[in-house]
């Protein structure tokens, strides 16, 4: 696509970068609520998408802070102000690099159409926090996701009924040298059917410091292993992961029991995790 906006680039990638790059100035600043774990307003991403977007990549960056915990959910929505649709709920951003240190980065395979606004919001652990989201969306071509794509998605593991709390599920997982922790159900069973689930991991809940060790985070269903994610804590509070950085793509059946299997390269910390399964 040749002219148009000034963030939609020759292949096909439209995206909210600044016009200058810094090590500061990354994407879309989001505030949360002056409230403890309240969604703050909707801050634009994208104002009008210049095509059909065929998934997206998403990074967050700048939550973590050393020796604070810094929990944070973050909605992604489509639709004009005030009547903001959201297709990826509470995803799990706190705890997350600055640019230049590691933030989140995952591919969404979300379908969006052309003339499409994105925004996004936040609610949080700390008062007024933010997040720095940056987003790329992709035309098709020039993407690397061979799958399918999806119109919305469903988080499983996150007590979306409560304000009280911007966090997961509570897993440990064994020490190295210890076989895997016990598989444990984790959410309720599915209330439909699924393409593809992604993992979602916060920090430690049990104590506000980590250690720099690194995590194995399987995922099973009827006790039979599906797929496998690293991430690795760091002693500034920051998460490193999931990696790899995109859905597993699996067709599951509407009451699955989804399950959690997991192992650590030192002395294990409680993590707190969610499942986002796309539709």
């Known amino acids: 696509m040749f002219g148009g906006s000034s963030n939609v680039e020759l292949c096909q990638w439209q995206h909210n970068m600044p016009s200058a790059p810094g090590l500061t100035a990354w994407g879309t600043t989001v505030t949360a609520a002056a409230a403890l774990?309240?969604?703050?307003?909707?801050?634009?991403?994208?104002?009008?998408?210049?095509?059909?977007?065929?998934?997206?990549?998403?990074?967050?960056?700048?939550?973590?802070?050393?020796?604070?915990?810094t929990d944070q959910l973050l909605d992604i929505a489509i639709g004009a102000a005030a009547s903001e649709q959201v297709i990826l709920p509470n995803l799990l951003v706190g705890w997350r690099g600055t640019q230049n240190l590691g933030p989140m980065m995952q591919f969404i395979p979300l379908f969006i159409p052309r003339g499409?606004?994105?925004?996004?919001?936040?609610?949080?652990?700390?008062?007024?926090?933010t997040a720095d989201v940056?987003?790329?969306?992709?035309?098709?071509?020039?993407?690397?996701?061979?799958?399918?794509?999806?119109?919305?998605?469903?988080?499983?593991?996150?007590?979306?009924?409560?304000?009280?709390?911007?966090?997961?599920?509570?897993?440990?997982?064994?020490?190295?040298?210890?076989?895997?922790?016990?598989?444990?159900?984790?959410?309720?069973?599915?209330?439909?059917?699924?393409?593809?689930?992604?993992?979602?991991?916060?920090?430690t809940l049990a104590q506000l410091t980590q250690t720099n060790i690194a995590y194995h985070w399987k995922l099973l269903a009827g006790s039979v292993t599906l797929c496998q994610w690293y991430s690795q804590a760091t002693t500034t509070e920051n998460i490193i992961g999931p990696f790899p950085p995109t859905p597993f793509l699996k067709s599951i059946p509407s009451g699955t029991q989804l399950q959690i299997q997991a192992t650590a390269s030192g002395v294990a910390q409680t993590h707190d995790l969610a499942l986002y399964l796309f539709y």
């Open 37 to 69: 774990h309240l969604k703050g307003a909707y801050s634009t991403l994208i104002a009008s998408t210049a095509f059909d977007w065929y998934g997206f990549w998403l990074g967050v960056g700048n939550t973590g802070v050393s020796a604070t915990q």
């Open 116 to 129: 499409t606004r994105i925004s996004a919001r936040i609610q949080a652990l700390i008062t007024n926090d």
């Open 134 to 203: 940056m987003i790329v969306g992709n035309a098709g071509a020039s993407g690397m996701w061979g799958g399918p794509l999806f119109s919305c998605c469903d988080a499983y593991g996150i007590d979306v009924g409560s304000p009280t709390s911007s966090h997961g599920t509570s897993v440990i997982s064994y020490s190295s040298g210890s076989p895997d922790s016990p598989i444990a159900n984790f959410g309720s069973t599915m209330t439909r059917k699924y393409g593809a689930v992604m993992l979602g991991i916060g920090g």
